[in-house]
């Protein structure tokens, strides 16, 4: 180990045109997250490492991203993009106070492992002053080439667009991410010429200033999906695929059963409990927790967390969900709850082992324990203009299509017969029933079909 600051710099400047998109290319988002928060996310796993963000000019909702995910976070400006060691410099400030250790990670990059990010630290700790995250590309058209010596060591970094004949045939690539252990890392920076293709400032001509400085350059390898840059949004669903993958196959091996894995979507923050098992073409948004042994049946949608609320969704152990049911923010069941076909819940908390097994809209309320919410109920829980509250006991039994009108509350042990619409409180242990007066009229029928069949004839 050692007493040496370590600064990290995220570039976060990019436009990102080749997305097509209003929005800056790092908050389009992987897995429920923007790509700069699962950047973030990695930078905080290195707890005392400090943390900037270069941003380009007027990128608010930006910022606000980097404040979400990681408030104590520095934020810079790079007013033209005249490359990545310009983008780097940008957080001068931060690296003229430190003097210590820096890493360079690329916001679009959402997909490196926390191993990875610990090797390079460590091949830092063993004496490089410039050491490169690389990897073997099945075509490395378009990235950097890491030239090599005999012993590994890193000679350079040459661009695709300056690169000779010999050397566009390697396949040994830079992902851009770097780090540096440099007596003063701004002055070499300082160094960099824009004297090249692109005419731009590279960070990656910083191996050679260091190599000439009699510093050793080094290259530490991994896997070419953790280093999967996203320029357009087939490579944002390129990323999602794979995030998905590792999620799914995590997840497996650490007890949830997926009958099958590749048609079942999870969120970064998704947990899920021992012995959960999962059908077939389940969504997992953000802010769902799934206790042990819960069970979620095929085509079901659940999240906690939405574009209007962050209220989270709780499922505890041993309950039952769908198929086809939607969960959304705000939703706990208690253990043994069943939540069957074709219902919703929202913001609504159901007590141990109460069922709503078909056709029902729960929004805004309370179900209590061993309650039984029959087929075609509704909690009419909005007005026009406010949202009310249901509150349904313990051991009640709403018969099937009743509409409850909010703000109500129904006793513990009541009954509602079916088709009643409650629109005041129902007393514990009672019967209400609102249905107009049943009216019969024998042999009416018969007679109305002979009078038209005459009529027509
Ligand atoms: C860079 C590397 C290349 C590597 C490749 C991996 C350099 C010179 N080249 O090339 O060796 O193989 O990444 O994907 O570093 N950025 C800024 N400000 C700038 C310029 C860039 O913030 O002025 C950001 C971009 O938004 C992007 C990242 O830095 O996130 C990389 O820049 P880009 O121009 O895409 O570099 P490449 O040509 O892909
Ligand atoms: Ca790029």
């Not at 998109?21 to 930078?43: D, E, F, T, Y």
């Not at 979620?296 to 505890?316: M, P, T, V, W």
Request: aromatic share 6%; proline share 4%.
């Amino acid at each position: 180990m050692t007493d040496r600051s370590l600064s990290i710099v995220i570039l976060a400047a990019g436009k990102g045109t080749r997305m097509y998109s209003r929005q800056p290319k790092v908050l389009h988002q992987i897995a429920g997250r923007s790509m700069l928060g699962h950047v973030l996310a990695l930078a905080s796993g290195i707890s005392h490492a400090k943390i900037s963000v270069v941003i380009g000019p007027g990128m608010d909702d930006v910022r606000k991203e980097v404040v979400r995910w990681s408030p104590d976070a520095s934020i810079f400006v790079q007013e033209n993009q005249a490359g990545t060691a310009d983008a780097v410099l940008a957080a001068r400030d931060q690296l003229v106070a430190e003097r210590g250790d820096v890493i360079v990670l690329y916001a679009d990059s959402p997909l490196m492992r926390p191993q990875t990010l610990a090797k390079l630290v460590s091949s830092l700790e063993s004496g490089a002053g410039v050491s490169v995250v690389g990897f073997e590309a099945d075509d490395p058209t378009g990235y950097g080439r890491l030239l090599t010596d005999a012993s590994g060591d890193l000679i350079a970094i040459r661009e695709h667009k300056d690169a000779s004949a010999d050397e566009l045939n390697v396949r040994l690539c830079n992902s851009g991410v770097m780090a540096f252990r440099l007596p003063d890392v701004v002055a070499v920076l300082d160094r960099i010429g824009n004297d090249n293709a692109k005419g731009e400032f590279y960070l990656t001509d910083a191996v050679e200033i260091a190599r000439r400085d009699g510093l050793k350059a080094a290259v530490v390898t991994c896997e070419m999906d953790e280093v999967l840059g996203v320029n357009s949004r087939d490579q944002l669903a390129v990323a999602e695929s794979i995030w998905q993958t590792r999620a799914r196959l995590a997840a497996m091996r650490a007890g949830v059963t997926m009958i099958a894995p590749d048609t079942v979507w999870l969120s970064f923050d998704t947990v899920l409990g021992q012995d959960v098992t999962i059908e077939p073409n389940v969504f997992i948004g953000p802010g769902v927790t799934v206790g042990e042994g819960v069970w979620i049946k095929a085509n079901s949608y659940l999240e906690g967390a939405d574009r209007k609320s962050a209220a989270g969704l709780r499922i505890d152990t041993g309950a039952e969900v769908g198929p086809f049911a939607r969960l959304r923010p705000g939703t706990e069941l208690g253990a043994d709850v069943h939540i069957g076909n074709f219902v919703e819940v929202k913001n609504a908390v159901l007590a141990p082992g109460a069922k709503a097994n078909h056709l029902t809209y729960i929004g805004d309320g309370t179900v209590g324990a061993g309650a039984n919410i029959g087929a075609g109920t509704i909690f009419c829980n909005y007005d026009g203009f406010n949202k009310n509250r249901c509150e349904v006991g313990a051991g009640v039994f709403i018969g099937s299509n009743s509409a409850l009108v909010a703000p109500v509350r129904i006793g513990d042990g009541a009954y509602v017969a079916a088709g009643s619409v409650i629109t005041t409180n129902v007393e514990p242990d009672s019967l209400a029933i609102v249905r107009a007066k049943r009216e019969d009229r024998p042999e009416w029928a018969a007679k109305y079909r002979a009078m038209m069949q005459r009529r027509k004839g």
